[in-house]
Nanobody, 115 residues
Framework: QVQLVESGGGLVQPGGSLRLSCAAS????????MGWYRQVPGKQRDFLGI???????NYADSVKGRFTISRDNAKNTVYLLMNSLKPEDTAVYYC?????????WGQGTRVTVSS
């Protein structure tokens, strides 16, 4: 079992930045892939990006250049740095981890971009 806890969400003004964290705990040797998604009420959960254990990343076109994913393998933590935030980035942000082909989700952290 893997538990994921996100933190760092909140209210930010348009153009601002925010960094989300997701800490993984539980019984696992290593996490193959960690990623971030977001969801607006009434809509599907959208892919934002992933980072593999070797540090390679892949991003959705919608956030490429504004969002950066990084990870600290020693702390089993993944980060999402969001710059130049827009009101349309308002959503609940979810962390995902893949361990031996099993997918785990965090509970989500809300981000609101508003003046």
């Amino acid at each position: 079992q893997v538990q994921l806890v996100e933190s760092g969400g909140g209210l930010v003004q348009p153009g601002g930045s925010l960094r989300l964290s997701c800490a993984a705990s539980g019984s696992f040797f290593s996490i193959n892939v960690m990623g971030w998604y977001r969801q607006v009420p009434g809509k599907q959960r959208d892919f934002l990006g992933i980072i593999k254990s070797d540090g390679s990343t892949n991003y959705a076109d919608s956030v490429k250049g504004r969002f950066t994913i990084s990870r600290d393998n020693a702390k089993n933590t993944v980060y999402l740095l969001m710059n130049s935030l827009k009101p349309e980035d308002t959503a609940v942000y979810y962390c995902q981890a893949v361990v031996r082909e099993t997918v785990y989700w965090g509970q989500g952290t809300r981000v609101t971009v508003s003046s």
